[in-house]
């Protein structure tokens, strides 16, 4: 298997990947979309609450793809045993960092909502949103973490198919909670964090299926000895892997506070509009996480020139289509907003917003590839420390600045997220081109 996926074409690879986020990016976007056909307040507080949320998700993702970058590079040197090893020991990881996840998100929810500067309608659905659905995160960890694995192996096509089914599962929970079907009480906001959480539960359980009967995974015992030895090189890729997501993701937490700050209409104009500005990064993530996989596997074969070339052509293909996408995007802005609300000062505000994202997402489709390919060699510590730090410092200052200095108010905000993008991409790039990574490899 990592003979094939190594020589495999990354659009090959990545098709299912880029339909599968896309479906993940649906998800949000259809819980917003039924939660603003009841109440714009609902869908306003759920929604701010999103990069918690993507805080959290993140740092499971991270430790996941860390996992399967090893697996990758073992499969790449053809050390299929050590690859099952890390396989059994990430999907054990992650169940248990899920359920220490809910055990901590729980008790402060009333907290995470207060210091997000919440009050009276958004305040309260937001907390009933996030008291449900965290305890769906143990299922939600299981799912990221199935699916990196089954991705590693070049089976990318089976992860679209059980997503695919997931997506219409949760469509189906929503519409029963919402309606009170089949003698159940009609939900509001609980029914759709119920429907999300149970949707994970159910993905769990189609890709679990995936990796024990098409893959025939097994843990065997000799695997549990063996994790304490590569455990070490999960935790020195991971932790770092996951420090920079989940940095951005606080990243956009500031950023959420600050629109807070500038009252409901920028909130509510944020949430729909970013809902589409997602759709500008499906190809880029999709390519990115493909070009991950390639590049694990060829790193494990110290195949170093094929990995540099195929990291250049996702970057070109990358950025140039979340360039593309964000253009059109921008184009319908009107027409797609008016599809969660007819309130004109939203529609004129996050259109904008939407016309701001055109800037911003080559620079992040660049970040996507270029973090990816550093992660997929072990060499996680530096998007991590420099990233952080510039995105603390340079983009914050440039978003604050732009703001409430020249008063420029959420597009101020949009366009300093932007300069963050370009800053950590130039560095990143520059980490690359360097060929550091070269020495950071588990194999």
Sequence with gaps: MADNVKDRGIL???????????????????????LSRTSESAAAGVGALMP????IFMAIQAFSQAGASIASQFMGASA????RTTISMVIIGSALLGIAMTMLVFPSSGWIVSAMGLSGNTAKFGMQFMQVVCFGFVFRALQTTLTAMIATHGLTIWNLIGNSITIAFNILLNIIFLNGMFGLPKMHVEGVALATALSWAFSSAVLWAVLKYKIHHKTKRLDIKRSRVLIGDWIRIGLPAAAEPVSFQLFQVFITAMVVHLGTMAVTARVFSANFAMFAIILGVGLGNGNQILVAHLVGAHDYKKANRRTYQSLIASCSAGFVIALIVALLGSHLLSLYTDNPDVIALGSACLWCDVVLQPFKSANVILTGSLRAAGDSKFPAIFGSLMMWTLGAGTALFLAFVLDLGLIGLWLGMASDEFYRSCANLWRWKSGRWKAATVV
């Design 12 to 34: 090959s690879l990545s098709w299912p990947l880029i339909i599968t986020f896309g479906i993940g990016v649906f998800q949000p976007m259809m819980d917003s979309w039924f």
């Design 52 to 55: 918690i949320l993507g805080t």
């Design 80 to 83: 299929n045993s050590h690859a």
